[in-house]
């Protein structure tokens, strides 16, 4: 299996395309062809944590009759969750920041 497989195995939808998933991936200097092993699970376990943070941000979508929408604040706590696992917080707390869900637009 390879990390982008890996990858999207930890996700429930497919409404995101994969050059999301492979930014994601490639940001955390994971390459998304290379063959996931056991000990890539932490590194993936943070990239899950970075798309929570990108999906937290992003509009509501209505295309016809598919609706998705996202609910930011249990994103941000799943994100959370990630970080404390690792006995670490997410950088955009360590920098004094709080994100509580709360839309931008």
Avoid: C
Avoid at 15 to 26: A, E, G, H, Q
Avoid at 81 to 104: H, M
């Amino acid at each position: 299996m390879t990390n982008l497989q890996a990858f999207k195995s930890m996700i429930e939808f497919s409404y995101t395309n994969d050059n999301l998933f492979s930014k994601i991936l490639l940001d955390r200097g994971i390459t998304d062809s290379g063959t996931y092993a056991a000990t890539d699970a932490e590194s993936l376990d943070y990239a899950l944590a970075d798309l929570y943070l990108y999906l937290a941000q992003h509009p509501d979508i209505t295309e016809g009759k598919l609706s998705i929408k996202w609910n930011p604040a249990a994103l941000l706590d799943a994100r959370r969750d990630l970080f404390a696992k690792y006995g670490t917080r997410p950088p955009e707390e360590l920098n004094g920041k709080v994100l509580d869900g709360t839309r931008i637009w």
